[in-house]
C-alpha cells in the first residue's frame, strides 16, 4: 500500500509535493493548510510592489514552465495566479483542507499522529513545507502598544489604511520595506524610514514582456528552457562566488557603489546609505526604484537609534518623529523552524528542545530521532543567488526516492553519524561564505551560527540529494 502522507502547507514548497506525488500516482496524501487560501508567502505579502526579484522563468517549477509571465521579474499576484495556475492543472486542491492548522505532530506505532483543531489523524510520512518566512517579527521596541496610530507589519498589510496624505514610519529597510517604499512614498504626505543597517542594493532590470516575446516563449521550442537556464546558470556563475569571497566579490561591491553613486547624488545621504560591511553578508537588495524613493524632498531616511513608540510617533535619541502610522518592516522569526508547531519524535523527544541550538538537518530534510519526517526549505537550503524554487525541488525529489523505501520497511530514519558528518561539512564549508563577515542577518541565530543558509553551489545540492544515500539511514 501506498504511504500516506501528511504535508503541511499550501506554499511553493507543499504544493510542489502533492503535485509531484499526484504526477506519481501516490494520491493518499493530504495538505493541510491553516489559511483560507493556498500561496504561502505569496499569499501572505500583498504589501504595494511585492514581488520577486529572481526572474519570472527560474522563479517557477521546472514541471511547469509558464509562457503567460507579463514581466522579467513577477510581481505577487502573478505568482500567487501561478500558484494557482499549477494547484488547477495537476488537481491537487480537492486534497487541501483549509483553514486547518497542524497543532502538534507525534511520533508513534511507526507513524505520525497529526492533531488539527478537528482531533487527530494517522499518516505514515510527515513532509514540513511550511517554510522559513512565515512568521512576522515585531521589533522588541518599547512602547509599541501606546500608539495611538495605525500599525501593521509587511506581511500583514492593512489594505482598508489609506495611506494618501499620511505621515508615516518604516521600521526597517530589507528587500520588504525596498519593494513597497517606492510605492508609497509618491501617496504619502512625508515618510521617515529608520534604517538600523544600511543595505547594499544593485539594479533591478526589470521589463514587461512584450507580446511577439511572449508568442516566442509560447511557440518556440526549447526557449523557455534555455532562457531559464542561462539565468540559473548566470546567478550560479556569477552570484555564488560573490558570496563565497570568491572572483566575483568585488564585482558585487562595484556594482553596488556604482548603483548607490548613480543614484543618490547628496553625499550624506550616500554616507548613511553606504554599508561598512560586505556584500551578501545581509541578503543583497535588488531593486532600482528603492535609491530614487529615499531621494525625494517627503522622505527623510533616519538612522538615530530608535528608543520607544510613542503614543504620536516615533521617538529617537534625537526627538519624536510624528507619525500617524506605522509600518514595521522587520523581517521574519526564520530562525525558529517550525515554530509553533510541537513536534515529537521516537521516545517522545521535542524537536525544539532537540534544536536548542538552531535548527539542524541532514540534506535540510532529515532529522535523527524523527523517522519519515522530511522538511522542505529546513534549515541551511536557504540561498542568497538562485531560486529556492529549485531546492525545493530537489528536497522533493529525494522525499520521493525515498518513499520506496518506507513503503518496504516501514520507516526511515537518519542515523546520528551522518548528521554529525553533515554538520562539520557544513561548517567547514560556512567558513568560506561571506555571511558571518561582520553583520547580522536572519540568516543566523542570535549567537550567530548560520541555520538557514546553503554554503554551497546549487548543483552540489542536486547531487547530494538526487537519491537516498542509504549508508546515512537505518531502515525500519
Ligand atoms: P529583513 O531583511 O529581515 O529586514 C528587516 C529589517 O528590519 C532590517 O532592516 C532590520 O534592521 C530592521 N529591524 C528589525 N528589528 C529592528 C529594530 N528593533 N529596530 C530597527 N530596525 C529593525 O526582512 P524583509 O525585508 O521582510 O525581508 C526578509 C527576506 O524576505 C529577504 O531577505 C528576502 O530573502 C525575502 N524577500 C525576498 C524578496 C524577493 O524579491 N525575492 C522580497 C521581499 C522579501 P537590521 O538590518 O539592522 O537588522
Redesign the pocket.
Known sequence: MAPRVAITGAGFGGLCMAIQLERAGLSSYTVFEKAGDLGGTWRD?SYPG?????PSHLYSYSFEKYASWTRRYPEQPEILGYLEHCADKYDVMRKIRFNTEVLSATFADASWRIRTAGGTETFDVLVMGVGQ?NRP?M???PGIDDFEGTSFH??RWNHDHDLAGRRVAV?????????FIPRIAERVEHLDV????P?WVIPKPDAAFGPLTRLAFHYVPGLQRAYREWIYRYAEGTLYPALAQGWSAGLLKKRAMDHLRDQVPDPELRDKLTPGYPPGC??VV?DSTFYPALTRPNVDVVTDG?VRVAAKGVETAEGLREADTIIF????R?TEFLSPIQVQGRDGVSLARQWGGGAEAYLGISVPRFPNLFLLYGPNT?L?HNSIIFMIECQVNHVLSCLPYIRKHGTMEVRPEAMAAWTRQLDAAMGRMVWGNGC???YKTAEGRVTNNWPGPTTLYRRLTARPPLPAYSLG
Do not use: E, Y
Open positions: 505579502n511585492a514581488g520577486c526579484d529572481i518566512l517579527r521589533p522588541d521596541i509587511s506581511a521600521i526597517g529597510n530589507g528587500s520588504s520595506a525596498a519593494q529608520f534604517q538600523r543597517t543595505n545581509k541578503r535588488i530608535i518592516a522587520t523581517g521574519f526564520s536557504n542568497g547580522q542577518s536572519w
